[in-house]
């Protein structure tokens, strides 16, 4: 687990230093513009001058995740990390992110720093710039240290691309990687758990491999980041945008046995455990090799698989259902997670 305090210096953040005055002034200077500065953020206008061409697209995400360093990642790296995936889910390059940052009065500064510069390093692996931001400071007990929202816009590559209804039958459902890592790294380091050391987030930018699936294949139909309610519950939703029945194979659906070792310790089921590193891709059959090759070309994708098929509705199936055939040969329905198993996770 990761030690906060080795990023703490003793200097801490006053309420002077969200007023707009100097202390302001000195803190967007010092620490966010050395971090993360370039050309359109170092203006310092109102608003941001943005360069972009064709259809846009555009997302947006807060994230509270306690704690804000662990096993893996940060707040920073993830913020960065969770609205570029969102935007490249649309078959789109992410260009720019602005950020809003709500700190509690107190927060170490060098905390704050070791988070910026986090973000700044994902920027740049991601290719994509902050182009605009803002930062308020409240009062102890307002916040938990430390909240940041993130909106990330990109230019759509593609004329017809990936959406959550565009999954037909005679589809393959194909998955990236590993399932549950991040969901047990949040939960274990929050509880002080001792984890192995293959338990880490999987927190990364997978706008590089989304970009390489939908421009070197002519049909990809849906491209989705199974974040909060993991896989189960991203299934759920696409295929109830979709109208059809996905079938997927449990023995198929990659986990580590350290992960599923720790969910049966603590009762969780890692199918529905938090990623914030994976892609779901479903498209036409006869892509899929291609597609897990391309997957495989990636760090981040090097244990893609295939998990499952589109079908549509039959005997007593209904539309928008998750069918799960078991490692023993049964079936059994896959529902939308129901409550929540894990909060702040991101």
Same mark, same amino acid.
């Given at each position: 687990?990761?030690?906060?305090?080795?990023?703490?210096?003793?200097?801490?953040?006053?309420?002077?230093?969200?007023?707009?005055?100097?202390?302001?002034?000195?803190?967007?200077?010092?620490?966010?513009?050395?971090?993360?500065?370039?050309?359109?953020?170092?203006?310092?206008?109102?608003?941001?001058?943005?360069?972009?061409?064709?259809?846009?697209?555009?997302?947006?995400?807060?994230?509270? &995740?306690?704690?804000?360093?662990? %096993?893996?990642?940060?707040? !920073? #790296?993830? @913020?960065?990390? /969770?609205? +570029?995936?969102?935007? $490249?889910?649309?078959?789109?390059?992410?260009?720019?992110?602005?950020?809003?940052?709500?700190?509690?009065?107190?927060?170490?500064?060098?905390?704050?720093?070791?988070?910026?510069?986090?973000?700044?390093?994902?920027?740049?692996?991601?290719?994509?710039?902050?182009?605009?931001?803002?930062?308020?400071?409240?009062?102890?007990?307002?916040?938990?240290?430390?909240?940041?929202?993130?909106?990330? &816009?990109?230019?759509?590559?593609? %004329?017809?691309?990936?959406? !959550? #209804?565009? @999954?037909?039958? /005679?589809? +393959?459902?194909?998955? $990236?990687?590993?399932?549950?890592?991040?969901?047990?790294?949040?939960?274990?380091?929050?509880?002080?758990?001792?984890?192995?050391?293959?338990?880490?987030?999987?927190?990364?930018?997978?706008?590089?491999?989304?970009?390489?699936?939908?421009?070197?294949?002519?049909?990809?139909?849906?491209?989705?980041?199974?974040?909060?309610?993991?896989?189960?519950?991203?299934?759920?939703?696409?295929?109830?945008?979709?109208?059809?029945?996905?079938?997927?194979?449990?023995?198929?659906?990659?986990?580590?046995?350290?992960?599923?070792?720790?969910? $049966?310790?603590?009762?969780?089921?890692?199918?529905?455990?938090?990623?914030?590193?994976?892609?779901?891709?479903?498209?036409?059959?006869?892509?899929?090799?291609?597609?897990?090759?391309?997957?495989?070309?990636?760090?981040?994708?090097?244990?893609?698989?295939?998990?499952?098929?589109?079908?549509?509705?039959?005997?007593?199936?209904?539309?928008?259902?998750?069918?799960?055939?078991?490692?023993?040969g049964g079936k059994r329905?896959?529902?939308?997670?129901e409550g929540e198993q894990?909060?702040?996770?991101?």
């Amino acid at each position: 687990m990761s030690d906060i305090s080795k990023y703490c210096t003793g200097e801490t953040l006053l309420l002077d230093c969200g007023s707009g005055g100097r202390a302001a002034q000195r803190l967007i200077q010092d620490l966010f513009i050395s971090r993360l500065g370039n050309p359109t953020l170092n203006r310092l206008d109102d608003a941001a001058y943005l360069e972009l061409k064709g259809p846009i697209a555009m997302s947006t995400d807060g994230y509270t &995740v306690d704690p804000l360093i662990f %096993p893996g990642g940060d707040i !920073g #790296s993830l @913020a960065v990390h /969770g609205t +570029v995936n969102d935007v $490249s889910m649309l078959g789109a390059r992410p260009r720019y992110i602005s950020a809003a940052f709500i700190l509690e009065e107190g927060l170490d500064l060098g905390l704050l720093a070791h988070i910026v510069e986090s973000m700044g390093n994902a920027l740049k692996t991601a290719g994509v710039l902050m182009a605009t931001g803002d930062t308020k400071v409240v009062p102890r007990g307002v916040v938990d240290k430390m909240f940041i929202t993130t909106t990330g &816009v990109g230019e759509i590559l593609v %004329p017809n691309p990936p959406s !959550g #209804s565009r @999954a037909a039958e /005679g589809d +393959v459902i194909l998955i $990236s990687g590993h399932l549950g890592n991040h969901g047990l790294a949040i939960m274990s380091s929050r509880a002080g758990l001792p984890l192995p050391s293959d338990v880490r987030s999987d927190s990364a930018c997978l706008n590089h491999a989304a970009q390489a699936l939908v421009l070197n294949l002519p049909d990809v139909h849906v491209l989705r980041d199974p974040t909060r309610g993991g896989l189960a519950t991203t299934l759920n939703e696409i295929a109830q945008q979709s109208g059809v029945v996905f079938h997927i194979e449990e023995a198929a659906i990659p986990v580590l046995d350290s992960v599923s070792q720790g969910c $049966s310790i603590l009762g969780l089921d890692p199918l529905y455990l938090a990623n914030e590193g994976k892609i779901i891709c479903i498209l036409p059959a006869h892509d899929a090799e291609k597609a897990l090759e391309i997957m495989r070309s990636f760090p981040e994708g090097q244990n893609a698989a295939r998990i499952g098929r589109v079908k549509a509705a039959t005997g007593h199936e209904k539309t928008g259902q998750v069918i799960l055939d078991t490692r023993l040969g049964g079936k059994r329905l896959l529902p939308m997670l129901e409550g929540e198993q894990l909060p702040r996770i991101c």
